[in-house]
């Protein structure tokens, strides 16, 4: 089966640096993404990989390695707002089908 | 606000019944997605329509169906419901099967 899995919970202070792993079982896929979901909303986008290597977009960073079946979010400069829950997210090649990792709840304290 | 409208934003039903939710996308946008997400799960992938036509479908129980219309807005049709399909229904749209989804605030389904 295909299936993405993330640690289910993570706790930083202000300030610091977290990384948010998430490593996979698929087939194939098109590209990995990540969401941020604060309790009671709706999941925005973040970032985006569709090839190996870093990608930055202002205090978030994404990391793919297809060969190692691995993916990572990186916060830096955490915010008590950054408190949510983060999911990594797949497209499936061949079948569409989008598939969600089983979501990691950041706690940031002060 | 992502610009995808949801209605209703709560809905409270009793077992056995039938209920739709309704989705529209952003301006513009062609593919519309459902998602099903129960307390503290993840998102479980349901459909996913392209311009009118179904693209994908993740696991959609046969009790639940949906439909994309001309005009874009899609339904999603919960029948013969149980007490286990109470959970967040987000709909998400983008313009085609890019990376970025872009989700509503979701309808809160309650069944009694």
């Known amino acids: 089966g295909q299936s993405l899995e993330q640690p289910s919970e993570v706790t930083a202070v202000e300030g610091a640096i977290v990384q948010i792993n998430c490593t996979y079982q698929?087939?194939?896929?098109?590209?990995l993404s990540w969401y941020q979901q604060h309790d009671g909303g709706a999941p925005t986008f973040l970032s985006y990989?569709?090839?190996?290597g870093l990608e930055e977009t202002g205090r978030f960073s994404s990391f793919l390695s297809r060969s190692d079946s691995y993916g990572y979010l990186l916060l830096q400069e955490l915010q008590m707002k950054d408190s949510a829950s983060y999911f990594c997210a797949v497209l499936a090649s061949g079948t569409y089908k989008y598939i969600f990792g089983t979501g990691t709840r950041l706690k940031v304290l002060a | 606000d992502s610009g995808v409208t949801q209605t209703p934003k709560h809905l409270i039903t009793a077992t056995g019944q039938r209920v739709t939710l309704r989705c529209s996308p952003r301006?513009?946008?062609?593919?519309v997605y459902w998602y099903q997400q129960s307390l503290d799960q993840g998102l479980q992938f349901l459909i996913q329509y392209y311009n009118g036509e179904e693209r994908a479908k993740g696991n959609i129980l046969e009790r639940f169906s949906a439909q994309q219309f001309p005009d874009l807005h899609s339904e999603l049709n919960l029948s013969s419901l149980e007490l286990g399909d109470s959970a967040l229904y987000f709909c998400?749209?983008?313009?085609?099967?890019?990376?970025?989804?872009?989700f509503g605030p979701g309808t809160r389904l309650l069944v009694l």
């Open positions: 990989n569709a090839l190996d």
């Open positions: 698929t087939s194939g896929f098109y590209g």
């Open positions: 301006s513009g946008d062609l593919s």
């Open positions: 998400a749209s983008s313009e085609g099967l890019e990376k970025t989804q872009y």
